[in-house]
């Protein structure tokens, strides 16, 4: 299975066994400092509204780049970054919404979770008068910083991770300790860098999310609206968002430092649970909240719950131009759920008032794949 080429700069033997031995192959250690001037850009970047309705990156902003907040007495965070890259299927002929990559197998804090979890009770073991936490994603903790402080990737201008293994295809969770491990130094130069001018990633953005190299309006954008924002979806955005109905890829499809990806070798994401795409009409006949987590349960989209993922499919059935998913629609525009309601009603207008939808002249009706790349 570990058929990547391990990548371990600087970390101690013992350590780079114990993470090879858990069949993760990228990692490196950051000291645990606290960032004061990154702290103060990032009160800015929440004054200026980018934080959207996520409220708890307001609740947590003073643990962000400050480790010893989340565990007294930090001193170094152990970094680990997780391939997830597949390629896409064929495209079906009925009205669909595609998936974001990470999404398409098994939730990745189960899968990446787990493993930390059992390194931090090894290392508990090993030093039992040390403490150690291990995190998915579920840290106030600026992940990205601290990655790039370990030598794991570079942030690139779409203000993602970006490693010479995976490019851009990868998920990090990271395990603090109150023991110090000799820092990894610094990813400089080792993983490449964004090329000189390019602006693929900025220019494809259909929300204009990216603002800027490296600057981000996340309340623009589309894996925020289809999966952090909970409220309706304001209208005038709803048109941008295409044919996503989880989550978004299309500043890493642009990204030439992605010619580098490779298929993953793990098996939770390669096992089919949400899949790259959805049938719409699969989605928008979910009636109840345990249908939706029978369907799927272990995937990364019981995030959206019912709710979410129905008002995204009703977006998108508007966006593609799904006539033939009007009788449903209908239905759904008196779904028991206000939000669902909003949603459906917009894409009947949509649909029942425009014979063509833009990017769409030759008239041709019903596929999912219009705002594909």
């Keep these: 299975m570990l058929a990547q080429k391990p990548y371990f700069p600087a970390v101690p033997p013992d350590l780079a066994e114990l993470f090879h031995d858990h ?20 009160r800015d970047w929440l004054k200026k509204g980018n934080a959207g309705s996520m409220a708890y990156l307001h609740a947590h902003a003073e643990a962000k780049y400050d ?19 597949q390629n896409r299927r064929e495209a079906p002929s009925e009205p669909y919404g595609r998936i974001a990559r990470y999404a398409w197998g098994r939730d990745y804090h189960k899968t990446l979770g787990k493993r930390l979890h059992r390194i931090a009770a090894t290392l508990s073991r090993r030093y039992a008068e040390e403490s150690f936490r291990s995190f998915t994603d579920a ?19 779409n203000t993602l991770l970006i490693s010479a293994q995976y490019g851009s295809w990868l998920l990090i969770g990271e395990i603090l300790s109150t023991r110090e491990f000799p820092a990894s130094g610094s990813a400089h130069g080792h993983h490449g860098a964004c090329p000189s001018g390019c602006r693929r990633c900025i220019d494809v953005c259909p929300t204009g999310a990216l603002k ?38 299309l500043c890493q499809e642009v990204c030439p430092l992605n010619v580098r990806a490779q298929i993953t070798s793990e098996d939770d994401f390669l096992s089919v649970r949400a899949g790259d795409h959805r049938l719409l009409r699969e989605i928008l006949s979910i009636e109840t909240e345990e249908q ?8 990364p989209l019981m995030r959206a719950k019912r ?4 008002r995204n499919g009703c977006v998108v059935a508007g966006n593609v131009g799904a006539e033939e998913l ?3 629609l209908r239905k759904r525009a008196r779904d028991h759920d206000p939000l669902i309601q909003v949603h459906a009603r917009w894409a009947l207008s949509r649909l029942q008032s425009e014979s063509v939808l833009p990017g769409n002249e030759d008239g041709v009706r019903g596929r999912g794949d219009q705002a594909a790349p």
Excluded: M
């Design 23 to 42: 069949e993760l192959l990228l990692v490196g250690i950051a000291d645990a400092s606290a960032a004061p001037e990154e702290q103060t850009r990032y």
């Design 67 to 85: 480790p010893a907040r989340i565990l007294p007495g930090c001193r170094s965070i152990l970094v680990a970054g997780i391939n997830y890259f």
């Design 139 to 157: 840290t106030p903790l600026a992940e990205r910083y601290y990655a790039e402080k370990a030598g794991v990737g570079f942030t690139g201008r």
């Design 212 to 249: 800027g190299p490296h600057e981000i309006d996340a309340s623009l954008c589309i894996s925020y609206l289809t999966i952090e924002h909970k409220g309706e979806i304001p209208e005038h955005l709803r048109p941008a968002i295409g044919n996503w109905l989880f989550g978004c890829d």
């Design 292 to 299: 939706f987590t029978r369907k799927f349960a272990g995937s």
């Design 307 to 310: 709710r979410g993922l129905l």
């Design 326 to 328: 009007i009788p449903i």
